[in-house]
C-alpha cells in the first residue's frame, strides 16, 4: 500500500515528483523550525511565516510532510534555499502549470524570513541570525 498522496494536478511525471515531495519535505521542515522559535506568543512574526509556509507547501503538494528528524544539520533558510533549488529542477514541460506562482512566493517568503531573523541594522553577511535558528 502507498502512503504518498495523490498527485492533485493529475499527471505523473516520476522525476518531477520526487524534485516536488522533496522540495515541500524541506518547506515542511523549515516552517516547523520557523514556527518553533516563535514560543508561546501567537502574534510573533515567526508563527505567520511559518504558516504561509505551510500553507504553500500544501498549495504544491498538498499532504507531504517531513519525518522529524533530530539530526537535522540544516536552518530554516538552508531548507528553503534547497527547496527553491529542487523546484527550479523541475523541468518545465513536467512542471504544475502553477510551479512559476509558487516558485515566486517561496523566493518572496524566503528574503521575509532573512529580513526577520536578520538583526536590524546589519549587512546580510552575518552568519549569526537573531530569532531563528
Known amino acids: 500500500m502507498n502512503s504518498r498522496p495523490a498527485n492533485p494536478y493529475g499527471r505523473s511525471y516520476p522525476d518531477s515528483e520526487g524534485l516536488l515531495e522533496q522540495a515541500c519535505a524541506h518547506l515542511d521542515r523549515a516552517a516547523r523550525q520557523i514556527r518553533a522559535t516563535a ?3 501567537p502574534f510573533a512574526p515567526a508563527r505567520s511565516l511559518g504558516a504561509q509556509l505551510s500553507l504553500l507547501c500544501g ?3 498538498p ?3 517531513a519525518v522529524p528528524d533530530p539530526d537535522d544539520s540544516l536552518g530554516p533558510l538552508e531548507h528553503l534555499d534547497t ?3 529542487l ?3 523541475i523541468p518545465l514541460q513536467q512542471a504544475p502549470p502553477d510551479l512559476m506562482v509558487w516558485t ?3 523566493a518572496q517568503l524566503r528574503s521575509a524570513v532573512d529580513s526577520t531573523a536578520r538583526p536590524t541594522g546589519t549587512s546580510g553577511t552575518d552568519t549569526n541570525r537573531s530569532g531563528l535558528p
Open 39 to 41: 514560543g508561546d506568543d
Open 59 to 61: 498549495g504544491l503538494y
Open 63 to 65: 499532504g507531504i510532510h
Open 83 to 85: 527547496a527553491l533549488a
Open 87 to 89: 523546484l527550479d529542477a
Open 104 to 106: 515566486l512566493r517561496l
